[in-house]
């Protein structure tokens, strides 16, 4: 019997009781945060064709969401604004009236602070260029024009009453410029949840049709290049510097390595997106019979949690919160 293994790692995968009581890495409700869309204007929800199960929200259906979210213990909803007019400047980003300023009064009136309210900070959904910022004369985006409007965002979010503002343009000096402005304006609770690692990805496609964007071309001059893992980093490191409380990989799954890196480097919460299209190509896939939806619900949520996010924005954190309580 001597050339038998003594050392036997398959002792601690036998059963599901086994497996489940040495598992390095769990979901956790608490961990997840809900992005939702809410259009101006809409009296129903309205199906996103690129995203099933996802919808634009009307005022009322968002508050249900958000109410729902809340009663399965999320950690959060992420907010994204669809006005019905846009302009050059993104007018409503900042217009107390406008439909994400609306949108964050009527989610804090339903669940108080039961749920991290998150507000997108950006202007490509009220631009009618589709960019991140204004552009000068000659079409590019201008970085620090395009910083005055971040900032009178940020504090028109934190008078709607937010608890957190993610700026995502992936403008230079962004963070600091919204924390000057909130602190400025006795806003010094409000959090910020920056995107730092933000990807001129592939995987961003359903979104445009979410949010109904305006873009023509891309944004390779603002968002990071997919080749650069070390240039990620230094962006985060610069967030924190300028004051950001969370940081954010986006997209999730195809930069875990990015993620961890951030992880075992940075002593603040690491958050990731598990992006739009990392949600249709598991529901197309499992659409065609190829996979099984649930198990790759959850594999593609709990490799993010390994990576080392403590935060995980998803479209289908309710749908796993619901099953993480049966």
């Known amino acids: 019997m001597s050339g038998y293994p003594q050392i036997r790692p398959r002792r ?12 390095e890495n769990r979901l956790h409700a608490a961990e997840l945060v809900l992005p939702a869309f809410v259009k101006e204007g809409l009296d129903e929800p309205r ?14 259906s968002l508050r249900k969401a958000a109410a729902e979210a809340a009663g399965l213990g999320l950690g959060g909803i992420m907010l994204f604004g669809i006005p019905l007019h ?32 998150m507000a997108d900070l950006c202007l490509d959904e009220f631009t009618d260029h589709g ?13 620090d024009a395009t910083l005055q409007r971040y900032a009178d965002m940020g504090v028109a979010l934190a008078e709607a009453g937010v608890h957190t503002v993610g700026p995502s343009g992936m403008m230079d000096g962004q963070v600091a410029a919204v924390r000057a402005a909130l602190d400025g304006r006795g806003f010094q609770d409000v959090s910020i949840l920056a995107y730092g690692a933000k990807y001129a990805s592939a995987f961003y496609g359903p979104f445009r049709e979410a949010v109904d964007s ?15 893992g070390a240039e990620g980093l230094r962006e ?28 075992d480097r940075f002593g603040i919460p690491i958050a990731a997106y598990q992006i739009s299209g990392e949600y249709a190509m598991i529901e197309a896939a499992a659409a065609n019979g190829w996979i099984d939806r649930e198990q790759a619900i959850h594999e593609s949520l709990l490799s993010i949690r390994r990576a080392g996010a403590s935060v995980i924005l998803t479209y289908y954190a309710t749908e796993v919160a619901a099953a993480l309580r049966s």
């Open 12 to 23: 601690l995968r036998g059963n599901p009781a086994v497996r489940r009581m040495v598992a």
């Open 47 to 60: 199906p996103i064709s690129t995203m099933p199960g996802v919808y634009q929200h009307s005022r009322e």
């Open 86 to 117: 846009k302009d050059a400047a993104g007018s409503g980003a900042t217009d107390p009236e406008g439909i994400l300023n609306q949108a964050v009064q009527d989610v804090r009136q339903e669940v108080g602070d039961e749920l991290v309210v």
């Open 131 to 143: 960019h991140c910022g204004v552009l000068t004369p000659e079409g590019a985006v201008d970085n």
């Open 214 to 228: 305006s873009l023509k071309g891309d944004r390779r001059t603002y968002q990071q290049d997919p080749a650069n």
């Open 236 to 263: 985060m490191e610069l967030d924190i510097a300028e004051g950001a409380d969370l940081v954010m990989v986006k997209p999730a799954m195809s930069y875990l390595d990015v993620i961890a890196r951030a992880a």
